[in-house]
Structure formats: C-alpha cells, structure tokens
Nanobody, 123 residues
C-alpha cells in the first residue's frame, strides 16, 4: 500500500500563489508516475498536471498551462504543485495520485489517492 498526504492548501487572493505538497510512504516512490487532480463542488474530478517517474516529461491541462508547475523530489518522496496567478475558478479540492500508468491524464490509470486539500481563491 501507498499512503499519500497533501498539504499547503488554503485561502488566497486572486493573482496570488500557493504551493501544494504531497508526501508518500509505504512503497517504492521513485518509479511511480504522479498526478494532480481537482474537484469543484458539483463537478467531476478533472486532470490538472502529471509527471513521469523520471521527471523528464510533464503534462498540464489547458486551463492551468503556463501558470502551474509540477515537480518531484524522489529523495523526499514528495510531489509538488506550484500554482501562480490563481483565479477564482481554480477553487477546488486538490488531490494527488500515484502509480499512474502510461495514460497519465486519465484518473483511472492511478492506483493510490490522497484525501485532498482545499484551495480557495477569492476575487
């Protein structure tokens, strides 16, 4: 089993920045593809960003491209999501996911999920 714990969420003003972290434990981390997803109230979970286990390839949704950056530190078993120029529409619960397979934009490709952290962006 793999346990994932997100942190760093909170309330920020539009245009501000926030950095989310997701720490993993329990299994080998460095070989896992990792992703971030989010879910707003009344909406389905959507893909945000992903990174291959090697760190050489990253992927972003159109809505966050150019504003968000995903990175990983295998020595610390942690994946990050640096969010800049935040907008009210970014408000959602953000989840990290681990052990993604080749289709990293698809939530069904991941085996493990964190509990989520709330991000609220005020106007």
């Amino acid at each position: 089993q793999v346990q994932l714990v997100e942190s760093g969420g909170g309330l920020v003003q539009a245009g501000g920045s926030l950095r989310l972290s997701c720490a993993a434990s329990g299994r080998t981390f460095s070989n896992y593809n990792l992703g971030w997803f989010r879910q707003a109230p009344g909406k389905e979970r959507e893909f945000v960003a992903a990174i291959r286990w090697s760190g050489g390839s990253t992927y972003y949704s159109d809505s966050v491209s150019g504003r968000f950056t995903i990175s990983r530190d295998n020595a610390k078993s942690t994946v990050y999501l640096q969010m800049r120029s935040l907008k009210p529409e970014d408000t959602a619960v953000y989840y990290c996911a681990a052990r993604g397979r080749f289709a990293v934009r698809n939530e069904h490709e991941y085996d493990y999920w964190g509990q989520g952290t709330q991000v609220t962006v005020s106007s």
